[in-house]
């Protein structure tokens, strides 16, 4: 992978306009320390997580969680739950600009509920979905 040259302004002219596009009001990148800040304007993040709180219902339910951030599309799969899937199955997908990411069923399972609400921007590990293990 080659490293970006952030001192040429092709470079910092196609970083912006890319960021623009994604709705990024705002960068700072300092090289010394290693930081980057984005800032995002507008609406806050859409996400509404129905999780229940209690430690010996999360110790006890299996949770699919977010393979990456993004916001959570859930135009792309049958909606009704539960609903049994396969390992390998889509479960949903992760918008991220224009790409849609999907999240898979690690092992057969049933989907028991979603987390989250539609279009909900979600992190790298949040939760995503209850599911009960099937043999």
């Known amino acids: 992978m080659s490293r970006l040259d ?3 302004p092709a470079v910092l002219d196609a ?12 960068i700072e990148i300092t090289q010394s320390s290693r930081t980057l800040r984005l800032v995002v304007a507008g609406e806050p993040p859409r996400a509404t997580v129905h999780r229940d709180a ?8 299996d949770i699919v969680a977010a393979p990456m951030a993004g ?10 739950l539960p609903r049994t899937v396969r390992a390998g ?5 992760l918008r991220v600009g224009p790409v849609l990411v ?11 509920r979603c987390l989250c609400d539609a279009d909900a921007l979600v992190g790298f590990g949040d939760p995503l979905f209850d ?3 099937r043999p």
């Open 71 to 80: 916001l959570l599309d859930l135009r792309t799969v049958p909606s009704d």
């Open 15 to 26: 970083l912006a306009a890319a960021l623009t596009a994604a709705g990024v009001d705002g």
């Open 6 to 8: 952030f001192t040429d």
């Open 54 to 61: 209690s430690p010996a219902a999360a110790a006890a339910a």
């Open 89 to 93: 199955e889509i479960l949903a997908c």
């Open 102 to 112: 999907p999240v898979r069923a690690m092992k057969a399972c049933t989907v028991m």
């Open 131 to 133: 599911i009960k293990a």
